[in-house]
């Protein structure tokens, strides 16, 4: 994810400004069987726990799937509260984790799911937990995500025989990218191959949490339906023939192509798409060449665009691909093109009440937004939406007043410690309050 809107303009359930619908989200009692609210205390006992958690994984962060250190913490961790763990799951790579904890009376199967991947930016040092992995850092909090879920699979273990069915754990690598599988060649991000792998199959609801510093502390958003964009990234590969300035009538300018390629894939995919359909393109990065006198047989090219239907997904790749064909065409050349897709995030209307009325429970009615206008970063918890119905929650983690306002993906991000209780008791809360009512 790299963007970071701010969303607390929207209206809270319960202001005047909310629909009737809303509002009537927060009546639902508080499921029987399970005592949530001994699950919530079991959370809020160990809080300083959670928080160094938080500050160890911050210190040893890891890149894509290479998140071994990690992984293997968590398993342990959830190994000691008492749950079937699997490591090493993902056909392609093998670097996820999977806690299952399997209540004392049957019934649904929810899933929670925590990123454990950073990011390649180098830390502004100062502080005592900082990272101490050169060029690594948790700019987008996946390391407050995975102490939030670990919390929540402690605090759900200590009832877990009045629990009503499954809570499945997922611990994934590689949100923040995609690499090559050893197996098919093809880019793959860590919930693709997870979800492909299985980890999703026989689900009844899914949820995730991601921290957003547009937010203050105490504050929960929810976005009503499209939540974020198909974010698919493409690298396009330009070949042609080395030579001296002096005679380029013996070489193929690599250079040229991918310049004409990075003014004209802009008209092209505009009037290519829907005018009426949200889309953005953008380039950031072009290399190629040696020396300023010697012309390049080689560049590269990559960017991403951004859009939330599938079809102008589809349709934005062909343009490109037709249009990097001509660029490298009409100069002599040849053009490879690399993408890796993305999905978007929509979130479920039914998922999306269930977990108003659990945050309403753990930030009050008044703090809980319900937003209509979607966000343009990319999240693969998509992939997992396509087996169950579910939605992704943000939670404030901004204090003004201490500094902690960085967007994410900022060398200076940072969140509010106070706010994993609070994830943790929302994880545990919408999963038990599924699995004992369903969408009801």
């Not at 008492?82 to 799951?89: I, P």
């Not at 930016?121 to 939030?148: N, V």
């Not at 060449?289 to 012309?295: L, S």
């Not at 809980?368 to 343009?376: A, F």
Request: charged share 25%; net charge negative; proline share 4%.
């Amino acid at each position: 994810m790299a963007l970071s809107v701010n969303l607390a303009s929207s209206a809270a359930p319960s202001s005047p400004e909310a629909t009737g619908w809303e509002r009537a989200l927060h009546a639902v009692p508080e499921a029987p069987g399970l005592d949530i609210d001994a699950v919530c205390r079991a959370i809020e006992e160990r809080e300083a726990e959670w928080i160094a958690l938080r500050r160890e994984f911050h210190r040893f962060p890891e890149l894509l799937f290479d998140v071994g250190r990690t992984a293997a913490r968590v398993a342990q961790l959830l190994r000691e509260y008492g749950l079937e763990v699997q490591e090493g799951v993902g056909d392609h790579f093998g670097k996820g984790v999977v806690g299952v904890l399997r209540g004392g009376r049957p019934g649904r199967t929810v899933l929670l799911r925590a990123d454990m991947d950073a990011l390649p930016i180098q830390e502004i040092r100062g502080r005592e937990y900082g990272s101490e992995i050169e060029g690594a850092m948790h700019a987008c909090g996946h390391d407050a995500h995975t102490a939030m879920l670990l919390a929540a699979a402690y605090g759900l273990s200590r009832e877990h025989e009045r629990l009503a069915g499954t809570v499945r754990f997922v611990f994934q690598p590689a949100e923040e990218g995609a690499a090559p599988s050893p197996v098919d060649g093809e880019l793959r991000s860590g919930g693709r191959d997870l979800v492909e792998s299985g980890v999703a199959d026989g689900i009844d609801a899914a949820f995730a949490l991601h921290v957003w510093p547009g937010l203050d502390t105490g504050g929960l958003a929810i976005h009503r339906r499209e939540a974020m964009a198909a974010s698919s990234h493409f690298r396009f590969t330009f070949r042609g023939r080395s030579g001296h300035h002096g005679a380029p009538h013996l070489a193929a300018d690599a250079l040229l192509m991918a310049a004409h390629f990075a003014v004209e894939a802009n008209s092209a995919v505009a009037v290519a798409s829907d005018p009426l359909e949200p889309v953005s393109f953008a380039f950031g990065k072009l290399q190629a060449g040696t020396a300023g006198n010697v012309i390049a047989d080689t560049a590269e090219v990559l960017g991403t665009y951004r859009a939330f239907d599938d079809a102008t997904v589809r349709r934005i790749r062909s343009v490109l691909e037709r249009c990097a064909a001509a660029c490298a065409d009409r100069f002599g050349g040849t053009a490879l093109p690399s993408f890796r897709m993305g999905k978007a995030l929509i979130n479920d209307a039914a998922a999306v009440g269930l977990a108003s009325r659990a945050g309403s429970d753990v930030f009050g009615a008044e703090q809980v937004r319900v937003h209509d206008q979607p966000s343009l970063a990319g999240e693969d918890f998509a992939y997992y939406l396509d087996k169950a119905p579910g939605a992704m929650l943000l939670i404030g983690v901004r204090d003004e007043a201490r500094g902690i306002v960085h967007p994410l993906h900022h060398p200076s991000f940072d969140l509010d410690e106070r706010a994993i209780a609070l994830g943790a008791k929302l994880h545990a809360r919408a999963a038990a309050t599924f699995l004992e009512r369903g969408f009801e």
